[in-house]
């Protein structure tokens, strides 16, 4: 029955569409992780640049973040990410009024001058990170643009509580939280920064790993929806032909007949997802020809970094069509995979725990982040892997409460509907 | 019988009995879209982003399940068996689709411009061309497959990898037609009109495919 399955749904559109897809995501995302350009390569003493890094200083993010505050003050236009949506809030009168209360807390400078003279403030630099078109990105260092300065002996402490306070003002879901206050400032890294980086590429990801934790990154992306538009396909198909009833009547168990299909069809899912992690092991034994690496590195992180996303997305389906039947799963798989893929967008650099459907960590770098956060991360692909196997078990139930008639199916509506219908005019 | 006397009906009974699941879907997704980003007093351009974003998918949404009810044999056959052709019926529903396709931008438009949102001129045909682009797309997959969930994933596929994945990285593969330009211009000059008259055609094609394939099977 497994192999019947696996045979229709490998035939099958959706499988196709899905299998190109993610061809096509892969064929435009791959230089951007896996490229002669992209080779980790050990950095050489005397280097110009080797790079940023989040500082760490309380002056420096002070510093950053009042410039910020005071440029978005000037223009009245805050950026906030609610839901990890961007959204540029403008405030009301008696709000500015506030911030410039706050403002003026933060500089020591009276509010009423603050209120008159930010009309006339140009800002040339602002702080931001910089995207060019290969992926890279460059940032400005914060510098005092002249306009606003932390308060004379104001501690880090009251900073973040009054930045806190901005952040509710805003309603929420700014950078100006504390524990997201060091994205305002950047520290240059040093020579022996960079060796520590190349370091625990070379020995803790043996330099495979790095590669296939940005391919998962990608590849993530993609497989939190498509598996689902192949799953509720394949759970609609058998109403779609008017098949149910001869299909019901078997012998054949409930769950054994929605575990045959879940199984397929997140085997087919992962088919075209394993492939390309094949071609890229074999491209990165070539780029690192002579070095030590990680041949199963692609296997490991896809097996334990994708597998839960396809399996839960597969799950949601699957439970959705089994309820109403109908495709209302995508609406809901595709209002997740939105809210989740704008939320990582900041923690681009390495999300990994709570209820993240799609773990970020864009960046080569970071072993040593990603290994102190293992924890989370495992955590987190075991609880999606329980939700989907207690998604696939419910499915399972209803099917087996629809086989026996108990269940109030969209079929067993419409029927019970005709036939209300067919008694009143008789 | 006259033409008015065939296609009202088909009209009332797609306004009462097609339409209204979609529909609500499609209120669902604005509605949703308005209370997490909640706009107010934006700009010129803060408005674009989020009118391009969440009002192309009220097409797919509404004009991808043009041919549902014909899924069920039954009811096809009962089609089949009127003096009404079956591309007027399906030619009434699309027509009836397009024009609640053509109200939610309007609608959105309102209620922004109630939040004191700054709008730009064209917004709402750029929305309506986006919008049946995408819509004629799952019409027609929808057409050609049978279908529902692969005819919803190509116009939904083409919209993530147009808008979401990057100019720089998918002008290869021609998928800009949804990015937006930051002064709110189209990187392709004229290429919104090309979508109002694209989807137009795909939306023919789709309906001459399934009349053509249903009168022979």
């Known amino acids: ?426 | 019988m006259t033409l008015s006397k065939r296609v009202f009906p088909v009209a009332k009974i797609c306004v009462k009995n097609n339409l209204p699941p979609h529909l609500l879907l499609s209120l669902g997704l604005l509605t949703g879209a308005f209370l997490i980003m909640w706009p107010c007093y934006w700009e010129r351009d803060d408005t674009l982003f989020f009118f391009l974003t969440f009002l192309p998918l009220t097409g797919i949404l509404l004009l991808t399940p043009l041919f549902l009810p014909e899924q069920d044999r039954d009811t096809l056959d009962v089609i089949r068996m009127r003096a009404t052709p079956l591309a007027l019926i399906f030619s009434v529903r699309a027509v009836c689709g397009i024009l609640f396709l053509l109200a939610l931008p309007a609608g959105a438009l309102l209620v922004l411009s109630l939040l004191h949102c700054e709008i730009s001129s064209g917004l709402w045909s750029e929305a309506v061309s986006c919008s049946l682009f995408l819509g004629g797309l799952g019409a027609l997959c929808y057409a050609l497959w049978e279908n529902l969930p692969a005819a919803y994933l190509v116009p939904v596929l083409y919209f993530i990898l147009c808008n979401m994945t990057g100019r720089e990285r998918m002008k290869e593969w021609g998928l800009e037609a949804f990015c937006i330009a930051p002064n709110g211009q189209d990187y392709i000059p004229g290429l919104r009109p090309a979508l109002l008259v694209g989807g137009l055609l795909l939306l023919l094609a789709a309906i001459l495919l399934r009349c053509r394939r249903k009168r022979n099977g």
């Open chain 1, 1 to 426: 029955m497994f192999w019947k399955e696996l045979k229709k749904g490998a035939f099958s559109i959706p499988f196709l569409l899905l299998a190109l897809s993610l061809l096509i995501f892969y064929q435009s995302q791959m230089d951007l992780y896996l490229s002669e350009g992209k080779k980790i390569t050990e950095p050489q003493p005397g280097q110009e640049s080797y790079g940023l890094v989040h500082s760490r200083n309380p002056e420096l993010i002070m510093q950053g973040a009042l410039n910020s505050l005071t440029q978005e003050f000037a223009e009245n236009r805050y950026v906030t990410y609610p839901w990890g949506f961007l959204r540029n809030v403008r405030l009301g009168e008696p709000e500015q009024d506030k911030m410039a209360e706050l403002l003026s807390q933060l500089s020591g400078v009276p509010k009423e001058k603050i209120l008159a003279n930010s009309k006339n403030w140009n800002f040339e630099v602002g702080v931001g990170v910089i995207m060019s078109s290969d992926g890279t990105m460059t940032t400005a260092e914060p510098q005092n643009t002249g306009k606003l300065s932390p308060a004379e002996g104001l501690s880090f402490e009251t900073f973040q509580e009054l930045m806190n306070e901005a952040d509710r003002l805003l309603g929420g879901g700014t950078d100006y939280q504390a524990e997201r206050l060091s994205h305002f400032a950047f520290d240059v890294k040093t020579y022996e920064d960079a060796l520590a980086e190349y370091e625990a590429a070379r020995d803790i990801d043996r330099f495979t790993g790095a590669h296939a934790r940005l391919f998962c990154d990608y590849m993530t992306i993609f497989c939190a929806f498509l598996p689902a538009f192949l799953m509720v396909s394949e759970a609609l198909r058998d109403r779609r032909a008017k098949m149910q009833d001869l299909i019901w009547v078997r012998r054949v168990s409930s769950l054994r007949l929605t575990l045959t299909r879940y199984g397929a069809a997140v085997l087919l899912s992962m088919v075209p997802v394993l492939l390309l992690a094949g071609i890229d092991t074999v491209r990165s034994a070539l780029l690192y020809a002579g070095e030590q690496i990680d041949l199963l590195a692609y296997c490991k992180y896809t097996l334990g970094w994708i597998l839960p996303t396809v399996l839960f997305s597969c799950s949601l389906g699957l439970v959705f069509t089994e309820l109403t039947d109908t495709p209302m799963g995508l609406i809901a798989v595709l209002a997740l995979w939105f809210v989740d893929l704008n939320r990582g967008m900041r923690e681009m650099d390495g999300g990994y725990g709570g209820f993240v459907l799609m773990p970020r960590h864009n960046t080569l770098m970071g072993a040593d982040v990603f290994q102190g956060n293992f924890g989370d991360l495992l955590a987190n692909r075991l609880l999606y892997t329980a939700i989907a196997l207690a998604l696939v078990g419910l499915s399972a139930l209803i099917l087996e409460q629809k086989r026996k008639g108990r269940w109030m199916s969209l079929d067993a509506f419409k029927t019970r509907i005709s036939r209300g219908k067919d008694l009143r005019e008789e």
